[in-house]
């Protein structure tokens, strides 16, 4: 199996077989990340093309099959003056295995920033946040940012949004809100 269909320890992600089975169903979650120049970044319009899904097989007689999507868009989020990206999190995790996020609060503005973190628990939510839910983030410069380490407790498994996250800003006391900043698929244990 190619590179895209293999899981990190280098295993086909279908197994020990790339067989399908009739009236069986396999169901996989891909993530896309794009690499793009500083160029690209500057003229960003809103919406990206990131390409098709091209899906090809062979039948149990030999014959060639293919599906193929139509042209696959992302909407940009346009970059407001408090930018907040995950810089790491695991790619999949077990349930009841603790994990760390990294998230990155860019400041954008020639003004400094001296922030409050909100934590918020999605209901229903198969995630649990460690720790205090409510913390003094600190200083960040004009233009400059800070990296945070947040720890999760993951409890059903599924695809989980991280949870909401609320962000004052103690100069202006203006309000940021973040209903959604990433996914985590957590398994089985």
């Known amino acids: 199996s190619s590179g895209i269909n293999a899981e990190y320890g280098g295993e086909s ?5 790339d067989y399908i089975n009739p009236d069986d169903t396999w169901q996989y979650l891909y993530k896309l990340t794009p690499k793009m120049t500083q160029d690209e970044k500057s003229n960003v319009k809103g919406v990206s093309s990131v ?17 193929q999507s139509s042209q696959l868009q992302r909407l940009i989020q346009p970059q407001g003056e408090l930018v907040v990206t995950v810089q790491s ?3 999949f995790i077990s349930s009841n295995e603790q994990f760390q996020v990294v998230l990155r609060l860019r400041n954008t ?9 909100t934590l918020r628990q ?3 939510s198969g995630l649990v ?3 205090d839910i409510k913390k003094v983030v600190g200083e960040v410069p004009p233009c400059s940012f800070l990296d945070i ?12 949004d991280l949870g909401e996250i609320g962000i004052e800003n103690l100069v202006t006391s203006k309000r940021f809100d973040y209903p959604s900043v990433g996914q985590i698929l957590v398994g089985l244990t």
């Open 149 to 160: 380490n947040l720890d999760i407790l993951p409890v059903k498994s599924g695809v989980w």
């Open 13 to 17: 992600i279908f197994g020990e077989s």
């Open 129 to 131: 946040w460690v720790g």
């Open 51 to 67: 390409g098709k899904l091209d899906i090809m097989w062979l039948s149990n007689f030999g014959e060639k099959g293919r599906l």
């Open 109 to 117: 503005t020639d003004r400094k920033y001296n922030l409050h973190l």
């Open 122 to 124: 999605l209901p229903d």
């Open 89 to 91: 999190i695991p790619h």
